[in-house]
């Protein structure tokens, strides 16, 4: 079988796989990382969402052979080593933008890269459209909404843009 | 202590998001068992086929391969079929029809996930690899997918031998005063409409592991499920007939549920049977597009509706006749859906004097229907207060004035419906007018025409409403039909130490059980919320309980820990009373001390637990040491929630795109733990509310094939989908659990999708249009538009 190396949250991994293999299946079946989760089969509800390589990614919809050499983030790898959250985790735990859990991982994800992308600001529209490929189905987004708006200002070291 | 307030009225930030922002929660497919093998299920692609022949011998022969498994393993083990755990009779008096819905499918297919065989292998993919390598002959005979043609005479019938597809036809009210009624009536207003038919779509798929110790012959059930209790009961008693003693049945983390998950499946029989086979851990995971031709569905009504009225728009009666679509085979509380949680709300917040409601329910070729969100209750919801506006339309009369001069005034509580339920609180005309408040009901006109002038349909709708929850009194749901209890339990342990773990029948899937609990239970003991941990979901460490829906968990399970800690007062009361050399009665309990009345003694509940768990100096003779009690609680009624919804949205006339612009929902859920909490429960209600209102229906072409099972095709809402909500509350307090709270689960749910078709058939009030059918999409409302051209300056 073929062998993929990357780099998990920080740490390397030579893996053998098939090829077939996805990246979500190299994260949760080889390296226990089950913390990504897999909620369609069609790279539509975005709950698998990981960063490669600082990116936001499907983790279903990439090959783990595609992965070679990369540096991969996931949820796990993101509070600090001494359990400090990620200001975009404590928003979510602040704004009640979670309640089963599910769809949270792929979520902070993509929400993550949403406003990283955006120095220059993130409306509450552009924050919907941004996180139009993340399903929710127990919190009406609404909160998460809120969540992203409020770590916008936190990640970027500024006062919080107006609302629009 | 506590420095900040965590009881009862806080918006205690959630126990439980630490491990999930982190990744570490602990879902069924996260779970792996040593040595363990995975099972793939091999199903129907058609929707109705006799079963020729299965050869397995390609499958078994194929890399990896451990076991293939057809009906004909489980009939040599004489495996019983999936049990129906609710029996409604027929008008005659006759019990329903209720086939055999096996485990894996027998002589016939009857729906497109029908499950056939189990191939089971070292990995999942060579499982299916394997399962590919099935060789089955059918026989396709012809299906039927909707309850119209399943009815008709000659149809092709789903069980072949049943008479027909009919499963009951039932009946609620006094027929001849609703005639009666009728006769005298000024008028009658008429309304067809169908609730469209739903896919729950939890996004954790369902998952099982069953695992088996050969030396000490225990089975265990990894599950995603709703109640853990339930599915023990169901699947050791009635399946496969292992001694309740012998099976455990855990449901860890569970990516939310919706009802989806109360329902004992086939397929948790199939892999806890397998891994007494094949001697090792047996694990299964549903794809999406599984999920779709799997789960029960929701919803899926065909209903007539008619209200006789007076000269002055006085409901005089209310006659409806509905047609329900079963599925192929009777999941686990289906019957009870159309008819005691639907038809005994048909009163609604109204005083509609006479009703009578019958309900047909029918087989056909698709996957079983069962309980979602709001169960039976969205669907007399949107009947009646699309009636409601129907009324307004055809009568001329003011909607809100229709309404408040209908409602069932706030001093008539306790409240007699003619449909069996007795209302205990409420007070609708308080919603009502807190809710239009909200939503600037009496500057819409101007925006309205302000959005005109952008080209722009705009509408607003009201939705009021009441439903029945907390369910429910075990002695009236057996009068009703079900199979089991509806109590719930609760073990509350106090240790050494003055810390405390709870153990709950209910199971927590998204609803924060973990902190609301916590926090009832720091209230009444007064212990610090840090120091109180819930534990639910596994039956080797809870009680017997019947576990999470019909917004129970609070109401029943809630009031079981009242319960169970008013117990551990009255005990510690007593060692304190010995403790403190004072008589029991002069011991008052507060805020976490035991106090002696008009005294300055007193003794922490940290000390009484010590005392009790190191009974030196203890009234050894009258009680006996420890600190842990457990009550059951069976509720005197269900409870009745109710509100009034408001939607407010713009029609793009080129498109036919409706778009909410504003929802209000002003809800009154009862006393409230915790309102973060409640206000989340409240607007995820209301997106699946608009969902099902907008844009979500699972459509079957005629003969029974899902045409749009996946996500790709089935319209979830997106967060660009949805609005900004305002949830607020008014409260009136249950008068019969001992916390005053309602439940909050549904609300919103139930209320929402009136209030959205209303709303979008306001904005096209020009085009001639008295109701639109769910979902609203895009190309229903431009066929209006188109069909009936009228020029802007209309406005």
């Not at chain 2, 954790?204 to 059930?221: F, K, N, V």
């Not at chain 2, 004097?353 to 029918?362: H, L, N, T």
């Not at chain 2, 979901?537 to 079981?560: C, E, H, Q, W």
Request: charged letters at 20%; aromatic letters at 6%; a negative charge.
């Amino acid at each position: 079988m073929p062998q993929v190396t990357l780099k998990v949250n920080g740490k390397s991994h030579t893996v053998e796989v098939e090829g077939r293999t996805l990246l979500v299946e190299l994260l949760r079946e080889k390296l226990a990382l089950t913390g990504t989760h897999v909620g369609c089969d069609t790279s539509q509800c975005g709950a698998c969402v990981v960063h490669v390589d600082g990116v936001s990614v499907k983790s279903c919809a990439m090959l783990a052979l595609q992965a070679d050499g990369t540096d991969v983030l996931t949820i796990e790898g993101l509070a600090a080593a001494d359990g400090t959250l990620h200001p975009m985790q404590e928003a979510f735990r602040e704004n009640h933008a979670l309640q089963c859990g599910f769809c949270t991982p792929g979520m902070v994800m993509s929400a993550i890269d949403l406003v990283t992308s955006h120095p220059e600001g993130l409306s509450e529209n552009d924050i919907r459209h941004g996180l139009e490929g993340n399903l929710c189905r127990c919190t009406g987004y609404h909160n998460i909404v809120k969540a992203v708006a409020a770590a916008w200002p936190v990640m970027h070291g500024k006062e919080a843009v107006a609302a629009e | 202590m506590n420095a900040v307030f965590e009881g009862i009225g806080a918006s205690v930030r959630r126990k439980e998001d630490l491990r999930f922002i982190n990744g570490r929660g602990n879902y069924t497919d996260d779970i792996n068992r040593p040595n363990q093998t995975h099972a793939i299920i091999k199903r129907s692609d058609r929707p109705h086929a006799r079963i020729l022949s299965i050869d397995t011998s390609a499958a078994k022969a194929a890399p990896g391969v451990v076991a293939v498994f057809t009906h004909l393993d489980l009939e040599a083990e004489a495996i019983g079929g999936v049990p129906c755990g609710w029996q409604i009779h027929n008008k005659d008096g006759s019990p329903m029809a209720e086939p055999m819905h096996p485990v894996l499918a027998s002589g016939k297919v009857r729906h497109v996930g029908d499950p056939i065989a189990v191939v089971i292998a070292e990995t999942r993919q060579q499982a299916k690899d394997a399962a590919e390598l099935l060789d089955i002959a059918f026989e396709d005979l012809p299906g039927i997918s909707s309850v119209r043609d399943a009815i008709k005479p000659g149809a092709p019938l789903v069980h072949d031998d049943a008479v027909s597809n009919t499963c009951f036809d039932w009946h609620i009210g006094d027929k001849a005063l609703v005639d009666a009624a009728f006769a005298r009536a000024t008028r009658i207003v008429k309304l067809d409409l169908i609730n469209n038919r739903l896919v729950p779509n939890a996004m954790e798929p369902r998952a099982a592991i069953g695992d088996y110790d050969p030396m000490s012959q225990d089975y265990t059930l990894y599950t995603t499920s709703q109640n853990p209790h339930v599915i023990r009961l169901l699947m050791g008693a009635f399946v496969l007939h292992i001694p309740e003693h012998r099976l455990r049945v855990v449901a860890p983390d569970v990516g939310g549920g919706f009802g989806s998950k109360i329902y004992h499946y086939a397929e948790e029989a199939i892999v806890t049977w397998s891994a007494g086979k094949v001697k090792r851990p047996v694990k299964w995971t549903c794809d999406r597009s599984e999920a779709f031709i799997s789960d029960a569905h929701g919803r899926d009504h065909d209903s007539v509706a008619e209200m006789a009225l007076d000269a002055e728009g006085n409901f005089l009666a209310l006659r409806v006749s509905t047609l329900c679509n079963m599925g192929a085979y009777l999941s686990t509380f289906a019957p009870a859906v159309p008819t005691y949680l639907s038809a005994t709300l048909l009163a609604g917040v109204y005083k509609t004097p006479a009703i009578y409601a019958e309900v047909r329910a029918v087989f056909t070729n698709t996957v079983p229907v069962d309980a979602y969100r709001g169960a039976g209750r969205p669907e007399s919801t949107f009947l009646l207060e699309r009636l409601m506006d129907v009324i307004a339309h055809d009568t001329g009369m003011d909607r809100i004035a229709l309404r408040r001069q209908n409602f069932i005034p706030a001093d008539a509580f306790p409240y007699q419906t003619p449909v069996a339920l007795q209302y205990d609180s409420g007070d609708y005309q308080t919603t009502l007018t807190s809710a239009l408040k909200v939503a600037d009901w009496d500057g819409f006109e101007a925006r309205r025409t302000k959005a005109a002038a952008q080209g722009k349909l705009r509408g607003i709708g009201v939705s009021t409403y009441v439903e029945a929850c907390g369910i429910a009194p075990s002695k009236l749901v057996g009068q009703l039909g079900a199979r089991a209890g509806l109590y719930e339990v609760a073990q509350v342990r106090v240790h050494p130490t003055g810390s405390v773990t709870v153990f709950t029948g209910t199971h927590s899937h998204g609803q924060g059980h973990e902190t609301t609990f916590a926090q009832l239970v720091s209230d009444q003991l007064g212990i610090p919320f840090s120091q109180i941990d819930i534990v639910h979901g596994d039956t080797n460490k809870i009680p017997f309980g019947m576990g999470t829906y019909g917004s129970r968990s609070l109401a029943v399970g809630g009031s079981a820990m009242v319960k169970a800690m008013d117990k551990i007062i009255v005990k510690g009361k007593k060692i304190a009373a010995h403790l403190m050399e004072a008589s029991v009665e002069d011991i008052e309990f507060a805020a976490g001390k035991f106090s002696v009345t008009g005294t300055d003694k007193s003794k922490t509940i940290g000390e009484i637990a010590l005392t009790a768990y190191v009974p030196h100096n203890y009234p050894i003779e009258e009680i006996e040491p420890g600190l842990e009690e457990t009550a059951f609680y069976d509720p005197a009624n269900f409870t009745f929630p109710g509100g009034c919804h408001i939607c407010e949205v713009e029609i793009d006339q080129d498109t036919g795109v409706v778009q909410v612009i504003n929802f209000t929902a002003v809800d009154d859920v009862g006393r409230i733990i915790n309102p973060m909490i409640v206000e989340g429960q409240i607007q995820g209600g209301v997106a699946q509310g608009i969902g099902q209102a907008l844009l979500e229906c699972a459509i079957y072409d005629e003969q029974g094939q899902l045409v749009n099972g996946s996500f790709m095709d089935y319209q979830m809402p997106r967060a660009d989908d949805l609005p900004n909500m305002s949830v607020g509350t008014e409260t009136t307090l249950c008068t019969h659990n001992p916390l005053g709270v309602k439940g909050c689960g549904e609300v919103g749910a139930i209320g929402s999708p009136p209030a959205v078709i209303n709303a979008v058939v306001d904005a096209l009030r020009n085009y001639g249009v008295r109701h639109v059918d769910m979902p609203a999409s895009p190309q229903k409302i431009w066929a209006i538009i188109n069909a009936n051209k009228l020029p802007m300056a209309a406005e």
